[in-house]
């Protein structure tokens, strides 16, 4: 994987149903490494994951990715839920390598070799909506990272997910990470914001409000609105430190 240039949101502006979603968002996100998005609700957090994505069109602003085209930036984009199609594990897999000119041989390698790194090879041939909710979220991390993508955008992967599946995913969002693929999360467990983000953008009402080292976004937020989003959030702290 070749890494992501820096990202540059610049006065990114949105209205849907005649309300401002994004307005005048502005940020600039980091080439390596994985940067958490975190707000209240109705900031604008998967609306500028889209726009990132290139799923949505602003209304004015623009995103670029240093001084590269976007369409050279290979992207994948992991959903709270994983829209597989009616068939197997494998061909879920192979879907997102449907326009990679791949000869058989080279696909089948590359959809197990995907397969084995998120821990599901012994179920290549399953039906896909029978797995459980994790397995069927690995899969769809399965079918983004066969794409090698310089970047990888997930919104709430883990939203619906027990602990131990949620831990798993954890995992490979790290492993990911490391092979080279720059990571947005967004994300309202803080919990795992902590564990996984190096750096943290805050949103309210479709503005950045501040942006800086998770540790100390975490620990001590400068911006009111931050204040306010993590003073309500904050249960997850006193939970840890009680166990």
């Known amino acids: 994987m070749s890494p992501a240039l820096p990202i540059r949101i610049e006065g990114v502006s949105l209205r849907a149903d005649g ?22 609700n109705g900031a604008g957090k998967s609306v500028t994951l889209r726009v990132i994505d290139g799923l949505l069109v602003p209304d004015s602003g623009r995103v670029r990715f240093g001084s590269r085209p976007g369409a ?32 058989r041989a080279e696909m089948r390698d590359r959809v197990a070799e995907a397969l084995r790194r998120v821990g599901l090879l012994s179920r290549a041939r399953d039906a896909a909506r029978k797995l459980s909710g994790g397995e069927q ?20 992967p883990t939203a619906h997910l027990d602990p131990a599946a949620t831990e798993e995913i954890e995992a490979l969002v790290l492993d990911l990470s490391r092979g080279g693929a720059k990571v947005i999360l967004v994300s309202h467990n803080l919990g795992q914001v902590g564990r996984l983000a190096e750096d943290v953008l805050v949103l309210a009402a479709g503005r950045a409000v501040e942006h800086g080292p998770a540790a100390r976004i975490l620990a ?21 430190a009680a166990s």
């Open 137 to 156: 979220q690995r899969l769809a991390l399965a079918r983004a990272a066969v794409t090698e993508p310089d970047l990888l955008l997930l919104d709430e």
């Open 19 to 40: 309300r401002a979603v994004l307005d005048g968002l502005s940020a600039s996100i980091g080439s390596a490494g994985i940067t958490a998005v975190i707000g209240p």
């Open 72 to 103: 050279e930036i290979r992207r994948a984009f992991v959903f709270q839920k994983p829209g597989l199609i009616r068939s197997s594990v494998a061909d879920n897999v192979a879907l997102a390598l449907a326009g990679a000119r791949l000869g």
């Open 220 to 240: 001590q937020p400068r911006s009111p609105e931050a204040r306010a989003y993590l003073a309500g959030e904050l249960p997850w702290m006193s939970c840890a």
